[in-house]
């Protein structure tokens, strides 16, 4: 139970919940995780620390979840997005791609998005990016909390989307890049 106490801490945003006695960020107060999605994140992490064989897309899941830790762990704002939006597109973006940002935006919005608002989540993805792309390269962009919390919900989801789909993934394309399989594992929306 979400008591609704908010705490403010500088920059930091959270809520109290007093039957677990613990404080927790606004950006994964709504957010729900099952036990698979759980049981296979800690199963990754084992196979990692056990240094055991892993498939091209549990590298590249391990890969997005540090980064979004890192998106988590930081004070600064604008860092904090880039690290967020990169955790996106380590999953999403395909090596030696032309517009980037449209594709990665349109992928996001196939997994984020449902029919009624593809349009405008593939263009609240593409402002994201541009976003990323300005204090990537050196530009001062004010990044609010709410956009902060808004595209490290949205990677997590994606993250989670990736979990969920493992099983089916590695079942259907093995060990091959799964980036070149993007119309198949992301489910349709709009055109596409």
Known sequence: MWDGLVIKDKENLSYFDSNQNIIVPAHIKNLCIDNAILNALIGLL???SYQEKMSNIEKFILLSLGLLGESMRVKSRNYSFVMAMSSIESLLEKENERSIK?????????????????????????????????????????????????????????????????????????????????????????NY
């Open 102 to 190: 449209n594709n990665v935006s349109i992928r996001c919005a196939r997994i984020v998005s449902d029919e009624n608002n593809f349009k405008e989540t593939v263009y609240k993805f593409k402002e994201f990016y541009r976003k990323r792309s300005e204090i990537s390269h050196g530009e001062v962009v004010y990044i609010s909390e709410r956009k902060l919390s808004e595209i490290i919900s949205n990677a997590i989801y994606i993250l989670f989307y990736f979990v969920k789909e493992l099983p089916r993934i590695e079942e259907t394309y093995g060990n091959a890049d799964f980036h070149e399989y993007f119309d198949d594992i992301l489910p349709k929306k709009g």
């Open 46 to 48: 084992h196979k990692y």
